[in-house]
């Protein structure tokens, strides 16, 4: 190859004719018909020919040669019809160099030809293929697959374009046509929120987002608000964690059918008629769901406590459809905007709940105390109950000084409590948050005691139940599931009074609690064992406990051997400790965003722990952990008091920054 010689090659996907205008070694220093001067690999060169045209010619009248050969082999490349030189060559299967193939479309071969011909093969995607200086053409069947190919890749392409032009519409506010593939999109957008980089088509969304020009880290979470698909407060733990929302429509329709026509009471022969017993339940105001109700009878020796539970046993059955689902969920799960209950509302707050006025199925634990509350007496029966009051805790506290059984009930329980705590219990007195919404929508946050008299009346009541039902079950040689928890990590002083910082430690202390198929201590309860058995409507192991109790009680075989046992501990206990998480997730959620509408205000924050780089602190007005970069000058020590201020808050992205104030 010389100076003067025509050359083309590739340029950004296009080919363009040049001229040498002198060879640099292995390069060619080359001007192309775009005014352009390049140095090229001779590798990039598709085609090359002598021509009369002298480098030193003035640069216009080159380039005008130039842009009159490229358009001449384009012109020649049109009137080229490759399919009929393919039909050709694939029946006999014959391979052929660019030269040859123009002279066998051509009759003759000048430069201009085999370039044309040249540029229709390369620019070919079918046909032909290019192997050891040949152009062989491809079989039919390939030629098939490959404008096969070449269709759905044209169809994503408009599909795609579409879809970023939807989506762009959509963030602006406008209108457009949607796509046909609007339902995938919107769920892929929904993966992305929930998801995001761990999502299993990430990559695909990004294309789109790409596509429509939206980069913004949250884009997919804002298109589908602006879609009506999320809310603004959605709650993607729900989504992340597989929690399950709705119940089935068949399980709605088993649930209507029990509401409707309950089947026969499989215990009613040995049911203890305690319906004329003056019981009542304790609960919060908001509480839909009663499972447990309370009494309490003044004898000889001193008093007789009778601790009612729902027997949701006796009408949800092991193995149907409601106890599946039950089972899934494990436990009904409370957040501060909506409930998810473990069993369809038509039956959890009607046919099972402990309503006023109605007469429920129901196991009873009638414990006989004597003055001081020492247990004397106690047994577990089957049993008809009628509720005859339903009070809040606010009610009965008010109560205690005037109604002279609730102020009994009051000493008792407390005179079991101290009793319990003596034997080595200890109790965590941390205060709990909710998070509620007035009706305008403002969020409110409330500390509450959880020491009122009403509570702990009652939480004392539950837990001499739950410790006699787990007594029973280990006594009888009953197949059962326990709770256990085993002594702190590090000691704990139970005598001296505390203050916050204590008490957050105390709780770092604390051993998980354990469920275990043997009955071992509780250390925080201070009971040698524990089950639980006095929430069956909202807890799946409280029902499993009322089978196995039931089915002694009524001299029948137990529903479930330790093996079956352990096959439904293997599965409500991932999904107890998932409704844990979502639960703390979304209170925290709510916290943060309760913050963000006060970013700029000064809080007050107690210094938990110092970490590296940074410290641990608590919002003692709303219970809230956030943590405080450390500088190298900044030295605080645990229990400090300072004043932060709230810089910025980003709930979705549970993101707090603050700094002192």
């Known amino acids: 190859m010389e100076p003067g010689y025509l050359v083309e090659f590739f340029d950004q996907r296009r080919i363009l004719c040049g001229i040498v205008l002198e060879l640099k070694g292995e390069r060619l220093h080359v001007l192309s018909q775009t005014n352009r001067e390049m140095t090229l690999a001779r590798k990039r060169v598709l085609h090359a020919c002598p021509s009369r045209l002298s480098p030193q010619l003035p640069r216009q009248q080159l380039l005008d040669r130039l842009e009159e050969t490229a358009s001449k082999r384009e012109a020649l490349k049109a009137s080229i019809q490759l399919e009929d030189l ?61 404008k096969e190919g070449a269709r759905r890749e044209q169809e994503r392409l408009e599909e795609m374009e579409a879809a970023a032009a939807w989506l762009k519409a959509v963030w602006d506010g406008e209108q457009a046509p949607e796509p046909k593939s609007k339902g995938q999109l919107v769920e892929l957008l929904r993966r992305m929120a929930v998801f995001g980089l761990e999502g299993p088509d990430y990559a695909q969304g990004k ?35 597989e929690v ?54 003044e004898t000889e020796t001193g008093w007789r406590l009778g601790v009612h539970i729902a027997d949701v046993s006796s009408m949800v059955q092991p193995h149907t459809l409601l106890d599946r689902e039950a089972q899934e969920r494990a436990t009904s799960i409370y957040l501060p905007e909506h409930r998810l209950p ?23 634990f009638s414990v006989t105390l004597g003055p001081d509350a020492e247990v004397l007496d106690w047994e577990i029966r089957p049993s008809r109950i009628r509720v ?27 005179l079991l409590k101290e009793r319990r705590l003596a034997r080595g219990g200890y109790e965590l007195k941390l205060p709990e948050v909710w998070v509620v919404f007035s009706h305008q929508g ?97 807890r799946y192991l409280d029902l499993v406990t009322h089978r196995q109790l039931l089915s002694f009680l009524c001299e029948a075989p137990p529903p479930y051997n330790p093996e079956e046992l352990g096959e439904i501990l293997s599965l409500i ?48 007005d709303i219970h809230l952990e956030v943590f405080l970069p450390a500088a190298a000058t900044l030295k605080l020590n645990p229990g400090d008091l300072v004043l932060v201020r709230l810089e910025r808050v980003n709930p979705r992205e549970d993101q707090i920054k603050i700094s002192l104030a």
């Not at 649930?255 to 609960?283: G, M, N």
């Not at 005859?388 to 109604?403: F, I, K, M, N, P």
């Not at 979304?586 to 970490?611: I, P, S």
């Open 86 to 146: 393919w039909e050709l060559l694939a029946q006999e299967e014959q391979a052929l160099t660019a030269q040859e193939m123009a002279e066998l479309w051509f009759q003759e071969a000048n430069p201009d030809q085999v370039a044309a011909l040249e540029r229709a093969l390369l620019e070919d995607r079918f046909l032909f293929k290019f192997k050891d200086e040949h152009w062989v053409p491809n079989p039919p069947e390939v030629v098939a697959q490959l």
């Open 207 to 241: 294309a789109y987002l790409e596509k429509a020009r939206l980069t913004a880290a949250d884009a997919p979470f804002q298109l589908l608000m602006r879609l009506g698909v999320f809310q603004e407060d959605e709650n993607l733990d729900l989504y992340r964690l």
């Open 244 to 297: 399950p929302r709705e119940f089935s429509p068949e399980a709605h329709v088993g649930a209507v059918l029990l509401r409707d026509r309950p089947p026969q009471d499989p215990y009613a022969a040995h049911r203890l008629d305690l319906t004329s017993l003056p019981c009542f339940t304790i609960d919060g105001e908001r509480t839909r769901d009663f499972d447990d109700a309370l009494s309490l009878e």
């Open 342 to 364: 473990m069993l369809p509302e038509e039956i959890s707050e009607d046919i099972l709940s402990l309503l006023a006025g109605q007469e429920r199925p129901a196991l009873s």
């Open 388 to 414: 005859h009051q339903r009070l809040t805790y606010q009610e009965v506290d008010g109560l205690l000084a005037q109604d002279p059984r609730f102020a009994a009930l009051a000493r008792l329980t407390d």
């Open 442 to 538: 403002e969020i409110q946050v409330v500390v509450e005691d959880q020491e009122t008299p009403a509570r702990t009346l009652v939480a004392e009541a539950m837990v001499l139940a739950n410790w006699l039902a787990a007594r029973f079950l280990a006594e009888h040689g009953v197949p059962a599931i326990y709770r256990s928890q085993p002594e702190p990590r590090e000691a704990i002083n139970r005598q001296e009074s505390k203050g916050l910082l204590e008490l957050y430690r105390d709780r770092r202390r604390l051993s998980r609690v354990v469920m275990d198929l043997l009955p071992q201590p509780h250390w925080g309860l201070g009971v040698e064992c524990y089950t639980l058995a006095t929430s069956p409507i909202r």
């Open 573 to 620: 206990e991932p999904a107890m400790r998932r409704a844990g998480l979502l639960k703390t997730r979304r209170l925290r959620y709510w916290l943060l965003k309760y913050l963000a509408a006060r970013v700029g205000r000064k809080k007050e924050a107690l210094v938990l722990e110092a970490l590296p780089h940074r410290y641990r602190l608590l919002l003692p």
